[in-house]
């Protein structure tokens, strides 16, 4: 079953080893995938269940996990890493072809997430994605909302239909040289939907 992650529930998973796979005296199967994006999915259960038997948490002898893959908190741009993450590096993939992919996401931090789920097998949140979460991170500075008081401000609206969320945002500019925006979201949604 190559790449996993691109199902998008487990039926044929399902179909495949419980259905099938039954009517045979020793069924043997592949799976073999990168990591994905959704950790609802059908591989994200598996990678867990593979990680829980690599780490002694689960018992099962019918199943032999075998990861390659960066750690979260590795350099994504280190060569060492791709090795480590890419047994077959140089081999069926040139390591020129690696550090091509690694440069052009240096360059567009919306390949970034792309390089880091196919290239070093990371979980990532999204496949792509338009701001390095390190820069939005950077952004998450207190706000007190009673100082803004009277200062301009400017306000955006997003109503919802049915299914999903209102959002009034509120933005208020710098009003000196050294100071941020700062800003103070408000989201809601039908109780519902919750």
């Given at each position: ?5 691109t199902?998008?529930n ?8 419980k259905?099938?796979g ?7 199967y ?10 609802q999915s059908?591989?994200y259960?598996?990678h ?8 002694g ?9 075998v ?7 590795e350099?994504?741009?280190?060569p ?21 992919a690694c ?9 970034e ?17 338009w701001?390095?979460m390190d ?17 301009v401000?400017?306000?955006?609206l997003?109503?919802?239909?049915t299914m999903?969320?209102t ?6 500019p ?13 989201f809601?949604?039908?109780?519902e939907?919750?």
């Amino acid at each position: 079953f190559d790449e996993l992650h691109t199902q998008p529930n487990r039926k044929l998973f399902d179909v495949m080893t419980k259905g099938s796979g039954d009517a045979r005296m020793q069924p043997l199967y592949f799976l073999i995938t990168t990591a994905g994006t959704d950790t609802q999915s059908i591989c994200y259960e598996t990678h867990q269940k593979a990680k829980d038997i690599l780490e002694g948490r689960k018992i099962d002898p019918t199943f032999y996990p075998v990861i390659y893959g960066a750690k979260e908190d590795e350099d994504w741009t280190d060569p060492e890493v791709w090795k480590r993450s890419n047994p077959s590096l140089g081999i069926t993939v040139g390591i020129d072809k690696v550090q091509a992919a690694c440069d052009s996401a240096r360059q567009n931090p919306a390949e970034e997430n792309s390089f880091r789920q196919l290239r070093l097998n990371q979980w990532v949140k999204q496949s792509v994605r338009w701001m390095p979460m390190d820069k939005w991170d950077a952004c998450a500075l207190p706000v007190d909302a009673a100082a803004l008081e009277g200062r301009v401000c400017y306000g955006g609206l997003d109503l919802s239909s049915t299914m999903d969320i209102t959002a009034f945002v509120l933005v208020f500019p710098p009003t000196e040289e050294d100071e941020t925006f700062a800003v103070l979201p408000y989201f809601w949604i039908p109780e519902e939907n919750i």
